[in-house]
Nanobody, 117 residues
Framework: QVQLVESGGGLVQPGGSLRLSCAASGIIFRLYVVGWYRQAPGKQRELVAHITSGDITNYAESVKGRFTISRDNAKNMVYLQMSSLKPEDTAVYYC???????????WGQGTQVTVSS
């Protein structure tokens, strides 16, 4: 059974930092592209960042320079370090794991991040 379990969300003031973590189980983690999506109220889910099995990273323009994605294949973990947070970063953040062949995508249950004073 595949599980992706996020943690680390919460309430933070503008300009603050948070670190999200995602623990994966039930997959050969090192083979997967893993990443983070987010969905704000009334908006579509959007890609925040992902990291390939070869540690190539990709970020949404809105978070470049502020967020950093990393992975630890030994621990089956993916992280999202978020700094200089803005109110518009408020959303539910979802961890994902994707394999190209055979095609499969798994999602976590999400963790709420609220940026507010």
């Amino acid at each position: 059974q595949v599980q992706l379990v996020e943690s680390g969300g919460g309430l933070v003031q503008p300009g603050g930092s948070l670190r999200l973590s995602c623990a994966a189980s039930g997959i050969i983690f090192r083979l997967y592209v893993v990443g983070w999506y987010r969905q704000a109220p009334g908006k579509q889910r959007e890609l925040v960042a992902h990291i390939t099995s070869g540690d190539i990273t990709n970020y949404a323009e809105s978070v470049k320079g502020r967020f950093t994605i990393s992975r630890d294949n030994a621990k089956n973990m993916v992280y999202l370090q978020m700094s200089s947070l803005k109110p518009e970063d408020t959303a539910v953040y979802y961890c994902t794991a994707t394999l190209a062949t055979p095609t499969s995508t798994y999602w976590g249950q999400g963790t709420q991040v609220t940026v507010s004073s």
